[in-house]
């Protein structure tokens, strides 16, 4: 019954779509079928944007149609009680969809082809598969259950964030358009951010990340690796660094005598002696305005020249 049901949705929207395309001079053709298994008790919203009808099939016997725009319009269903249930939204040109918060056990959204904004976050999911989705730009799959996630051939994507996840392994290898990426709080031991040339913003925070290259980053202005397990850290590259987060690691020196822009600096707690702080110190830059230096739990905290650096207008902070 439920796949005559979706057949014959899938046949109303292909006959909207071809009604549209009498209308306007063009004919839509690409098909856009998502699946999601939900364990939602209660209200269950999802938030979908694209020009055209979108057919939902709540899972429970009832459907929806809806007339999408290109701003996201909210469905909602409610459910009286926790069971497994699929849904499936059939349309075509979707360009949002907004799945986040919705006890999602599983998600397939390989034939959404047109997809540019995904958020999913906020669920169970254990894998997502986005290799077809080769039009994404944004995608938001936070507070999941992932362990490992491949953007490798989202080329057009610019915004990840994929923390509190438990990946162990993150290939951003071809998305060379990616921005901003935020990885934070997942189990990460390796990250190759060599090909990410356009980065800007990376928070790897939080990981357990023994080495970090981020020679390539030339376009970096924030980094945040806090709370891993390096040992090194260079930055001689990121000439446009403003702020830099690198406390709880392992670092016995540091050198920021090529970021010139450099604002904000948090080394807490890593192996910087007196010497190596001193020596540090002698590095930063001279630009005028506000800046920030945290420099507590280090072993050289309280007998450090902080004058070295207060001359230069730093405000040094434990």
């Not at 009680?81 to 390989?110: E, F, H, M, P, W």
């Not at 403003?242 to 005598?257: E, I, K, V």
């Not at 902080?306 to 730093?314: E, L």
Request: net charge negative; proline share 2%; aromatic share 6%.
């Amino acid at each position: 019954m439920k796949k005559i049901l979706l057949i014959t949705l899938a046949a109303a929207v292909l006959a909207a779509c071809k009604k549209g395309g009498e209308n306007d001079g063009t004919l839509t053709t690409i098909p856009g079928r998502i699946t999601m298994v939900s364990q939602m008790s209660g209200t269950m919203k999802i938030k979908l944007s694209g020009p055209v009808t979108a057919f939902i099939d709540w899972g429970d016997g009832t459907s929806d149609t809806n007339v999408l725009w290109d701003y996201p319009i909210l469905c909602a269903h409610d459910y009286p009680d926790t069971i497994s249930r699929t849904i499936v939204i059939i349309c075509y040109n979707i360009t949002s969809l907004d799945c986040s918060s919705d006890q999602l056990t599983s998600l397939n959204v390989s034939e959404a082809i047109t997809l540019t904004d995904l958020n999913c976050g906020s669920n169970q999911l254990r894998s997502l598969d986005v290799s077809k989705n080769i039009a994404l730009t944004d995608l938001n799959c936070m507070y999941n259950q992932l362990q490992t996630l491949d953007v490798s051939k989202n080329i057009a994507l610019t915004d990840l964030s994929c923390l509190f996840n438990k990946l162990t392994s993150l290939n951003v290898n071809g998305a060379i358009a990616l921005t901003d990426l935020y990885c934070y709080n997942n189990k990460l031991q390796s990250l190759d951010v060599s090909k990410n040339n356009a980065l800007t913003t990376l928070d790897c925070d939080n990981n357990q990340l023994t080495s970090l290259d981020v020679s390539k980053n030339i376009a970096l202005t924030g980094l945040n690796c806090y709370n891993n397990k390096l040992q090194s850290l260079d930055v001689s590259k990121n000439n446009a660094l403003t702020t830099l987060y690198c406390g709880n690691n392992q670092l016995t020196s540091l050198d920021a005598s090529k970021n010139i822009a450099l604002t904000t600096l948090n080394c807490y707690g890593n192996q910087l002696t007196t010497d190596a702080l001193n020596t540090f110190f002698a590095t930063l830059n001279t630009i005028s305005g506000d800046k920030q230096l945290f420099i507590g739990n280090n072993p050289g905290t309280n007998t450090c020249d902080r004058s070295i650096a207060t001359k230069k207008g730093w405000w040094v902070a434990n």
